[in-house]
């Protein structure tokens, strides 16, 4: 079994930058694919970023809207979220994820860290 496990979060104004990581530890996480979910407070888990275990390559929610880049070093089993141009809607507890689909469905994930608040606020 794996462990995910998040940081990077805080408090930012609109308009600023965070950076999150999501360390593996345990079994080694090959062969998954991984992503990033949020959830704020009386709203369901939303798919923020995926990112393949096979060719790097990635996908983003609607609400990206081209601030956030994911990434991912399968070496150092860890992934990264670059977030830029946070709005106040942005303000979630953030969740890394892994499992063995393509899917934008928290469904579709077996393994899941225990999440990192980011607040957004002016």
């Known amino acids: 079994q794996v462990q995910l496990v998040e940081s990077g979060g805080g408090l930012v104004q609109p308009g600023g930058s965070l950076r999150l990581s999501c360390a593996a530890s345990?079994?080694?996480?090959?062969?998954?694919?991984m992503a990033w979910f949020r959830q704020a407070p009386g709203k369901e888990r939303e798919f923020v970023a995926r990112?393949?275990?096979?060719?790097?390559?990635?996908y983003y929610g609607d609400s990206e809207n081209g601030r956030f880049i994911i990434t991912r070093d399968n070496a150092k089993n860890t992934v990264y979220l670059h977030m830029n141009s946070l709005k106040l809607e942005d303000t979630a507890l953030y969740y890394c994820?892994?499992?063995?689909?393509?899917?934008?469905?928290?469904?579709?994930?077996?393994?899941w860290g225990q999440g990192t608040q980011v607040t957004v606020s002016s």
């Open positions: 345990g079994r080694t996480f090959s062969g998954y694919n």
């Open positions: 994820a892994g499992g063995r689909s393509d899917t934008t469905s928290p469904w579709g994930y077996d393994y």
């Open positions: 990112i393949s275990w096979s060719d790097f390559s990635t």
